[in-house]
Structures are given as C-alpha cells and as structure tokens.
C-alpha cells in the first residue's frame, strides 16, 4: 500500500511540473501561418557524413560519434530562431534534419550515439501513457532507431533501450553504447530517428531525425541514375506549427484529459518544413533529378503532386528498389514512409512549379488542405536545357518473390482501440495486449510466413516492423466491423472471430541479420508516443 501511495505522489509531482511547463507554454500566441511568406528560404543541402573510411583507395569500416544537442534553429527568414534538439557532430555543426549518413553496401558503419540534451524538455509530454522516465526525474531519455535497418536487435533502437545524457540512467533493455550497423542489405534510403518510449513524439518534433543511404556502386551504377551531391537530394518533410516568439507549438490538452491530460494523438502542423526550412525552393537545372522523400511527419500524409501536371518517376518505395521505374502523377506517403524518384524538368514548360499536397488530415476522411499545408516548395527552373548524361533503365532491381508454398505459419494480428466514456482513444492493443505483454509472435530466421493485418479502428496506421522486409499481398474491406469489434471485446483472439479475407495479408519472409533473433518490435507508425 506504502508503494502505491508513492507511486500515485509521484505522479501527481510529475503532472503538477508538466502542468506549470504547459502553463508557462500557453502565454505565448500562435502564429498564423500567413504571416509567413512562401517559397523565401533556399532549400538546403544537408551535411554529409561518411559511414565509412577509405584507405589505400579502399572502403574499410569506420566509427562515428553523432550528438544530440540543445540549440536554435531559423525554419523561416522573418521567424525568430526555434529552440530545438539536433543531430550532429558538435552543437555548431548539428541541424534540422540531422546530417545524411552516406554508408556502401557490405562496409561497417559503427556509431556511438551521445544524448548532450538538457535536464528539461522543450515540448509537454504526459507520464500518464507508458514513458521512459528516469529514477533521478532528471534528463531527457533518447535512443536512436535505423529505420529499414536489418542489423542486431542491440544495435536496433528499442525504445526501452533509452539512456540520459553521459549514460547516467539506462532503461531495461540498454546494452551497449556503440551501435553497429552492417549495411549488408540492398542499396536503398532509411531514415533515423528518436525511438524512446512515450517520448518518440516530442523528440520528433524537437527535431531528432535525419537520412541514412546505403549505396551500392556494383549495382547502382550501371543504372545511370542522377548522381552527385547537385542532383540526388534527400527531402526530408515534415509538419510544424509555430508561435510567436520562434518556438514549436504544440496542443497540451489531452483529449482524455481526466485519464490522459496531456497526451493528444495525431499531430497537425500548420507549416510545410522540407530540410528544415519552411515552405523553400530550389534552383534547378533542365534535366533530371532524383529525390529520396521521406515523411518525417507525427501523422500527416502526404500526397505529392505538380500542379503543372509534372510527373514522377517512381524508382524505390521505403529502403528497396522497385523492379522496374514506374511514371506516376502523384506519390502518396504515410509517416514514416518513403518514396525514390526522379523528376525530369526538361519536361515542364514554365519556368516554376510548385510541388503541392491534397491529402486530407487525418487520411483519408479528414479536413481537406488549406493554403498553408497544400504547399510543400517551389522549384525555379532555369531557362536553357543542358546535356543529361542520366537515363532512367527500363529495369531496377528485382528481388525474389516470396515462396507462398514455403509459408510455415499464417499470423492474425489485429488493432483494436479502446475509447473513454467520451469516445475517445486511450490507447491502442495489438490482439487485445498491451506492449508489456510477453512476446506473442516470434517468426523463426529465414522464415516465409503471412500475417492478417485487421484494423478495426478509424485510423489510417502505417504498419512498420524492425530488422525485415514484408511484401503486401492484397487488401479487402472489413464486411461487419461492428461484429467483429464485439467478437474482440470478448475473445481478444482474431482466430476466433472468423472475419474471412477481410484484411491486410502480408508476406514477410524474414531478412534477418546473419542469425540474430532476441528482440524485434511491430509498430504502428503514427509518431504518437
């Protein structure tokens, strides 16, 4: 009884300190995003840092130290400087997003990841939903995860594996500070990003993310693809609102505020960032570029389009190739999702376009866009067509397709989101378990097996699961969801609720790491926790 009574002190300490942060928060006003001029902020360029070393003319593993640090940060010329946290190499050189980390196929890149961050966090976050939070209440818990990466489940990311700054608290499942990652997959773009738990959200927006290529020349370079620095550019992109004084808003009152008094799923920002800049353009040649868009956003979908009628090339969806290059009028991406194209201005016949976003907020059945977030940048095109010595293959890279008749077990997994007596979510089971709950799927190295995704919730929820690959093999409507739902409640068992093909099937035959199957995660990628 004594242990409860101080855990419930506790909690009330926490609430109290968060509650005078959120009202210290509330006296500065919003700002509109119209103040703001569009297309004034040249995008920027990301520094590169190399996974790898060269010696004697060859490629040989290398070791990185990579911060995370307190600092300022200018997302629009006539807005005063954001406090934010950011990747880098040194408080100076870190940045909004962190540096792209180029790596080559097959060459070790080992990183010790360092939490330089304060005692107190920028943003509000609720103790009430399972959070990292440290014995001494002191510091801000961090760890990073490659997302697309296949590597050991200690080098992974997971968000119990939390530490403070100089790794004076470690969470549960902490091991070792120096991550390595084997880069033995295929080439392609992923993306890191803060991984600690109940805090994923707020370190995000605080800025913690940046690009990660894993290049191949062997296999890329017959392709003839763009290259260089000038014309293959990450655009990292992502959703902010913003006050008046510079700094990062976001909603502190729960909708659950009796149960949840600060934690508010499904963040909206009203300004576009690309590469840490709101609303940029880019100067651009006649000729072909490439571009690896990631969506960086909490829960906003994105769906890219020119206004012109510009099209895309699409080459790689999230960290693979696709077999062949695909002409697209627009690319639809979930949080966290990824889309490689090239774009051909000696196509356009004007001399700007604008790259633009019709996706509803929340996707698909939500708010349409509204001038602010309809926009993502501007592309200034130079008037004279010069040589192009790229092309675009007519072939990519194929992998093989998954064996369906070397399936060793078929998988159910369903989400179901409980609601408060005002029918709002609390929070969010896989097969009726929460995250605490003792391993339930545990598929076997070199596997082929099909999981049965059903979202009984009114949410889109990207699906993301660590250190493998899973094809998606079809997608049906639930019949009677409502049924279904009630079957739930009472069984928490898929199985048993006998839905037919009312579900997401999906392949995952498991691309593992040279044997290695401790810990993985499944997630839904919403970056609400």
Request: net charge neutral.
């Amino acid at each position: 009884m004594v242990g409860m009574e101080r855990i419930l002190v506790l909690q009330i300490i926490y609430l109290v300190l968060v509650g005078l942060e959120v009202f210290a928060w509330a006296g500065v006003g919003l700002l509109n995003p119209s103040q703001l001029e569009m297309f004034v902020d040249e995008l920027p360029d990301m520094p590169k840092i190399k996974g790898y070393d060269v010696v004697n003319g060859f490629p040989v593993p290398n070791s990185l130290q990579i911060g995370m640090f307190h600092k300022k940060w200018k997302f629009h010329r006539d807005l005063p400087p954001t406090p934010v946290f950011a990747f880098g190499l040194s408080r100076d050189t870190a940045t909004i997003p962190g540096p792209t980390i180029e790596t080559l196929h097959g060459i070790d890149t080992h990183i010790t990841w360092k939490n330089y961050l304060p005692s107190k966090h920028i943003l509000p976050w609720d103790p009430t939903i399972p959070t990292a939070i440290p014995s001494t209440k002191k510091g801000i818990p961090t760890v990073v995860h490659l997302h697309g990466g296949i590597d050991e489940p200690k080098s992974d990311g997971l968000s119990t594996s939390w530490f403070t700054a100089k790794f004076r608290e470690r969470g549960p499942t902490w091991t070792n500070k120096k991550y390595h990652y084997h880069n033995f997959q295929h080439p392609g773009t992923l993306w890191y990003h803060d991984h600690a738990m109940g805090l994923t959200r707020v370190n995000l927006l605080a800025g913690l993310l940046g690009a990660y290529i894993i290049r191949d020349p062997n296999v890329e370079a017959p392709l003839r693809l763009p290259y260089d620095e000038e014309f293959d550019r990450p655009l990292v992109v992502f959703d902010r609102s913003f006050r008046t004084d510079g700094s990062i808003y976001m909603n502190s009152t729960g909708n659950n505020p009796s149960i949840h008094p600060h934690w508010r799923p499904e963040y909206f920002g009203d300004a576009i960032i690309v590469n840490g800049k709101a609303w940029p353009h880019m100067i651009v040649r006649r000729r072909k570029y490439r571009f690896r868009i990631i969506n960086a956003s909490n829960a906003r979908f994105f769906k890219f389009y020119f206004a012109s009628g510009l099209g895309f090339i699409h080459l790689a969806s999230d960290s693979a190739y696709n077999g062949r290059p695909v002409m697209v009028n627009n690319i639809l991406l979930a949080p966290s999702e990824i889309a490689d194209v090239v774009i051909d201005f000696s196509k356009s016949k004007s001399d700007s376009d604008i790259l633009a976003n019709d996706a509803s907020y929340p996707y698909p059945s939500g708010d349409p866009v509204n001038e602010a977030n309809s926009k993502i940048m501007k592309f200034i095109i130079k008037p004279h067509h010069e040589l192009d010595t790229s092309r675009i293959p007519s072939k990519l890279i194929n992998y093989p397709s998954p064996n369906l008749s070397s399936v060793s077990l078929t998988r159910y997994i369903a989400l179901y989101e409980y609601t408060s007596k005002i029918d709002q979510p609390v929070h969010l089971y896989i097969n009726g378990m929460p995250y605490e709950a003792p391993v339930t799927e545990t598929p076997k190295v070199g596997a082929t097996e099909i999981w049965n995704v059903i979202n009984l919730t009114e949410d889109n929820h990207p699906l993301h699961i660590h250190l493998g690959l899973f094809v998606a093999l079809d997608q049906t409507e639930l019949l009677n969801i409502e049924e279904f739902k009630e079957c739930m409640l009472k069984f928490n068992d898929a199985i048993k609720c006998h839905v037919g093909k009312a579900w997401l099937r999906l392949s995952l035959p498991y691309l593992r790491s040279r044997g290695q199957c401790d810990d993985e995660a499944i997630e839904i990628h919403q970056i609400e926790v």
